[in-house]
């Protein structure tokens, strides 16, 4: 790559600013003769960071993995929402567990693992990424077929059902194949002595380009198209609703309503920041004070965005009685075993028996189009 051409990829990039590379401290600004230092920006995501991904991999942990066991051991997935549901404490669970690598990554102020770790983790990182947000599209879908097309859409969806694992298989090939790029060009390299986990473009390739059309591939399905889908879906939806004589009907909308709102304040601040940051590649005059600034909104807009996936289990899952339900049972089956080995008169295996007949009569007496999500 050409000098001119690594200057301009290294003046401004908003992974290698987030992720403190290093090589980004000092550029020309504003066509005077001074350096402009983004010190003060690595500073400050050398403290936050690491603390905000530390909490959102606990929390994302705890609330996801209690999804997973719910649907493992109390819940039988009934609908395409409950298998997406499932898919997306997987994605989740995936997610966060490379966050730990990105906060040693700012707190260290490098890359101290492999290459071959540089790869994987900015892969795994991005599917899983891309996964949540598309299976957030299929989750507004399936419950516009189920309540908007509610009498015609019971064959529909049985059938989709019968097809769950190909459709699920799908979206997770599509989130691969959107983030194919990021096991390419993602790299350990070394830059003003400090080592990096960046993409690295090939020599006579335009960085300012790739840069473009990865921006543009976040924005389309890391924010776009599940923005479409729910606006759509969920629009009809709650007018849907509205007109049906259904005393839960309130109650469902103020969830939806809950989604929606929930989904735009964790997204919009960081896509925002995104597209400020497409607009100035490659821009020569742009100020100190500016950068600085993006460089602090950056941290602070993806750890929101992040923060999402913590939420996901409350507003998808546990937000509805029968999640709860399960969930208490869970925390009874827990105190069980430990009473279990306190006190030889009390019977674990009767309170399971009685929890499995229970969980059986519910799941029987409820309707196909029942979901998770509404009730």
Same mark, same amino acid.
């Given at each position: 790559?050409?000098?001119?051409?690594?200057?301009l990829?290294?003046?401004f990039?908003?992974?290698e600013d987030?992720?403190?590379?290093? $090589?980004s401290?000092?550029?020309?600004?504003d066509?005077d003769s001074?350096l402009?230092s983004?010190?003060?920006?690595?500073?400050?995501? =050398?403290?936050f960071?690491?603390?905000?991904?530390?909490? +959102?991999c606990?929390?994302?942990?705890?609330?996801?993995?209690?999804?997973?066991v719910?649907? &493992?051991?109390?819940?039988?997935?009934?609908?395409?929402?409950?298998?997406y549901?499932l898919n !997306?404490?997987?994605?989740? +669970?995936?997610?966060?567990?490379?966050l730990?690598?990105w906060?040693?990554?700012h707190?260290? =102020?490098?890359w101290?693992f492999?290459?071959?770790?540089?790869?994987?983790m900015?892969?795994?990182?991005a599917?899983?990424f891309?996964?949540?947000?598309l299976?957030?599209?299929?989750?507004?879908l399936?419950?516009?077929?189920a309540?908007v097309?509610?009498?015609?859409?019971?064959?529909?969806r049985? %059938?989709?059902?019968?097809?769950?694992? &190909?459709?699920?298989l799908?979206v997770?090939?599509?989130? =691969?194949l959107i983030s194919?790029?990021?096991?390419?060009?993602?790299q350990?390299?070394h830059v003003?002595?400090?080592?990096?986990c960046?993409?690295?473009?090939?020599e006579?390739?335009?960085?300012?380009?790739?840069?473009?059309?990865?921006?543009?591939l976040?924005?389309?399905? *890391?924010f776009?198209?599940?923005?479409l889908? !729910?606006?759509?879906?969920?629009?009809l939806i709650?007018?849907?609703?509205v007109? &049906?004589q259904?005393?839960?009907?309130?109650?469902a909308?103020?969830?939806? +309503?809950a989604?929606?709102l929930?989904f735009?304040?964790?997204q919009?601040?960081?896509? !925002?920041?995104l597209?400020?940051?497409?607009?100035?590649? *490659?821009? !020569?005059?742009?100020?100190?004070?500016?950068?600085?600034l993006? =460089?602090?909104?950056? $941290?602070?807009?993806?750890?929101?965005?992040?923060?999402?996936?913590?939420?996901?289990?409350?507003?998808?899952?546990? +937000?509805?009685?029968?999640?709860?339900?399960?969930?208490?049972k869970?925390?009874k089956?827990l105190?069980?075993?430990r009473?279990?080995?306190?006190?030889?008169?009390?019977s674990?295996? %009767?309170?399971?028996?009685?929890?499995?007949?229970? %969980?059986?009569n519910s799941?029987?007496?409820?309707n196909e189009?029942?979901?998770?999500?509404?009730m």
């Amino acid at each position: 790559m050409s000098e001119e051409a690594m200057n301009l990829s290294a003046g401004f990039n908003f992974s290698e600013d987030y992720f403190g590379s290093g $090589n980004s401290s000092d550029y020309s600004a504003d066509g005077d003769s001074f350096l402009c230092s983004l010190q003060e920006v690595r500073s400050f995501s =050398g403290l936050f960071v690491p603390v905000a991904y530390s909490l +959102i991999c606990v929390f994302g942990l705890l609330g996801n993995v209690l999804v997973v066991v719910t649907f &493992a051991f109390y819940k039988k997935a009934k609908s395409m929402t409950d298998v997406y549901l499932l898919n !997306m404490a997987i994605a989740d +669970i995936l997610f966060v567990l490379t966050l730990p690598f990105w906060a040693v990554s700012h707190a260290t =102020g490098e890359w101290v693992f492999s290459n071959a770790t540089c790869k994987l983790m900015k892969g795994v990182y991005a599917v899983n990424f891309n996964c949540g947000m598309l299976l957030l599209a299929c989750v507004s879908l399936d419950r516009y077929v189920a309540i908007v097309q509610a009498t015609k859409s019971f064959r529909l969806r049985s %059938r989709t059902l019968a097809h769950r694992r &190909a459709i699920c298989l799908l979206v997770w090939a599509a989130s =691969g194949l959107i983030s194919v790029w990021t096991f390419v060009f993602n790299q350990k390299y070394h830059v003003q002595d400090s080592a990096v986990c960046e993409p690295r473009y090939h020599e006579g390739s335009d960085p300012i380009r790739w840069k473009l059309l990865v921006l543009g591939l976040q924005l389309l399905f *890391g924010f776009s198209i599940p923005l479409l889908f !729910m606006t759509f879906c969920y629009a009809l939806i709650v007018r849907t609703l509205v007109q &049906a004589q259904n005393s839960k009907r309130h109650k469902a909308i103020r969830v939806i +309503i809950a989604v929606v709102l929930v989904f735009l304040a964790c997204q919009i601040p960081h896509n !925002m920041v995104l597209l400020v940051t497409a607009a100035q590649l *490659g821009r !020569m005059n742009r100020s100190c004070h500016g950068q600085k600034l993006l =460089g602090y909104a950056t $941290n602070i807009t993806e750890v929101l965005a992040f923060l999402h996936c913590c939420l996901n289990p409350v507003l998808y899952a546990f +937000i509805g009685q029968k999640f709860r339900s399960y969930f208490l049972k869970i925390v009874k089956d827990l105190w069980c075993v430990r009473r279990r080995r306190k006190s030889l008169g009390f019977s674990c295996s %009767r309170l399971h028996s009685e929890s499995f007949v229970s %969980r059986q009569n519910s799941e029987t007496a409820d309707n196909e189009n029942a979901s998770s999500f509404t009730m």
